[in-house]
């Protein structure tokens, strides 16, 4: 009898700006050949999944490099002005928005808080590369995680299981304070990541053989910070960083024990991928850093580590945390 073909998914995390490096990970990926059946994300994780999910094959890339303004090659900024350059895209981001991202909701409204800044562009250009009737088609299937803002709890919008719409995604990306929650079915939801900021739990609980891509923009380990602005990006990176690998370690461990209790047997591959910044990366408002330098940069790193990736032996039943050297 022929092996069962493992169920190839990937995760990607939230993280705002960070998110191009979702992207060059995809591209990598693809060129690999191997069908993905399945994505889900939180945040700006969200957004990659649906414009993959809802693009033609052969517009993914396109479509993604679109979105995160990912150019085949970064600005030339002097080595010696890019840490600077990258606070000043920052603050600007801070202080004006983005074009095509979000914009200041000025005045703010004293009734009912709606957010620091207003998605609207987003949702305009998610609305140009996103055909939602075949993102809900499940090739591939896609899961999009937001977060109860009362219970806390995190909440699941499936395509197997109900349609999932532009609300669904912009729910997922409510980043309090700076983005307003979404009220769906009588619920205040804001951003994924407040729960689950790389949603790989429905994944590893279905049955069968994985190949499950992490796809993480937080790194759980790194240097002892030499100063206030590393120390305040550390702290940043182990909150979700950390998050995530016990998460999946501890979800990992559930899965091999279902397993054995119903007498299987099969073989997860399981890899992290988490974008680790240099030091021109304007530490804790890395993620604020919107401009043409930075998301070259990033997809450019999620493209070297997954092709170093697909390199690595997987490890049975166990995290393969990738590294490159």
Known sequence: MAAELPLTAVAFSGGLGLGAYHAGVFEALSSLRSPIDWVTGSSAGAITAALIAGSPSGDRLRNLRSYWHGTDRAPAIPNAGRHLFAWFSSINTRLLGHAGFFHPRLPIPASHFGGLYDLGPTRERLHQLIDFGRLNGGDPRITICATDLESGDAVLFDSS?????????????????????????????????????????????????????????????????????????????????????????????????????????????????????????????????????????????????????????????????????
Not at 210 to 234: C, H, N, Q, S, T
Not at 270 to 292: M, N, Q, W
Request: charged residues 25%; proline residues 7%.
């Open 161 to 325: 299981s109900q349609r999932i719409e532009m609300d669904h995604i912009l729910a997922s990306c409510g980043f309090l304070p700076e983005f307003a929650p979404v009220q769906i079915a009588g619920r205040w939801l804001g951003d994924g990541g407040f729960a689950l900021n790389a949603p790989f739990d429905p994944i590893l609980e279905t049955a069968g053989p994985l190949r499950l891509y992490v796809i993480d923009l937080f790194p759980r380990d790194g240097k002892v910070p030499d100063g206030l602005e590393a120390a305040a990006e550390r702290k940043s990176d182990l909150t979700f960083g950390n998050q995530t690998f016990q998460r999946l370690g501890y979800a990992l461990e559930a899965r091999q024990l279902r397993a054995e209790l119903q007498d299987l047997d099969y073989d997860d591959e399981v890899y992290l991928l988490s974008y680790r910044p240099g030091r021109e990366e304007a530490g804790p408002e890395k993620s604020f850093d919107l401009s043409e330098a930075a998301m070259a940069q990033r997809w450019r790193a999620g493209f070297l580590d997954m092709q170093y990736a697909a390199s690595l032996a997987p490890i049975p039943n166990g995290i393969c945390s990738v590294r490159r050297p």
